[in-house]
């Protein structure tokens, strides 16, 4: 069973800067790949992006490339969600999921059905 607490979400006007963080419950955590998603009013939820195990590898959906930044840090067992000029669309509940599964050391899954287990997600409200 892993438990993952999500951190970090809050209030922010357009244009700031939110660092999400996800802490597993598990020793195991560098075995897992790691993906962020979100959820907004009334939509489906959506990938926002995914690391490798390893944190060699990483994936964003393109709304939010060049801004939204994953890492983590094994020895803490925690995946990081760094977020630079926040946008109002960017407001939504953000989970964490992870994917025990092995796929490797290249393996960053981008779809929900893929990942196994998820935290119980922190809201983000960007105003303009």
């Known amino acids: 069973q892993v438990q993952l607490v999500e951190s970090g979400g809050g209030l922010v006007q357009a244009g700031g800067s939110l660092r999400l963080s996800c802490a597993a419950s598990?020793?195991?955590?560098?075995?897992?790949?790691m993906g962020w998603f979100r959820q907004a009013p009334g939509k489906e939820r959506q990938f926002v992006g995914a690391i490798s195990r390893s944190g060699g590898l990483t994936y964003y959906a393109d709304s939010v490339k060049g801004r939204f930044t994953i890492s983590r840090d094994n020895a803490k067992n925690t995946v990081y969600l760094q977020m630079n000029s926040l946008k109002p669309e960017d407001t939504a509940v953000y989970y964490c999921a992870a994917d025990t599964t092995d796929g490797g050391s290249r393996y960053a899954p981008r779809f929900l059905y893929e990942y196994d287990y998820w935290g119980q997600g922190t809201q983000v409200t960007v105003s303009s």
């Open positions: 598990v020793r195991t955590f560098s075995r897992y790949a």
